[in-house]
Nanobody, 118 residues
């Protein structure tokens, strides 16, 4: 059974940093492109960062230069380092396979809430 378990969210002030983790099980992790997504209140879930099996990463424009995605294949875990956080980064954050590269409709985890507020 596929599980994505996100952690590391919280309430932070603008300009601060957070590091999210996502433990993955039930998939052959090292052959999957992975991604982080987020969903803000009233908005659709959007892909913000992807990382391929050879560690090539790409980012959406709103987070480019501030967020860094990485993966540890030995731990079946994907990370998201978020720096210079802004109020508009407030959202529920999820990881999953990169749906631009894989057609599987795998279940979503609970996500982890990030709130950026003074």
């Amino acid at each position: 059974q596929v599980h994505f378990v996100e952690s590391g969210g919280g309430l932070v002030q603008p300009g601060r940093s957070l590091r999210l983790s996502c433990a993955c099980s039930g998939i052959i992790f090292n052959i999957r492109a992975m991604a982080w997504y987020r969903q803000a209140p009233g908005k659709q879930r959007e892909l913000i960062a992807g990382i391929g099996v050879h560690n090539m990463a790409d980012y959406s424009e709103p987070v480019k230069g501030r967020f860094t995605i990485s993966r540890d294949n030995a731990k079946n875990t994907v990370y998201l380092q978020m720096n210079s956080l802004k109020a508009e980064d407030t959202a529920q954050y999820y990881c999953n396979i990169d749906r631009r590269h894989h057609s599987d409709d795998l279940p979503w985890g609970q996500g982890t809430q990030v709130t950026v507020s003074a």
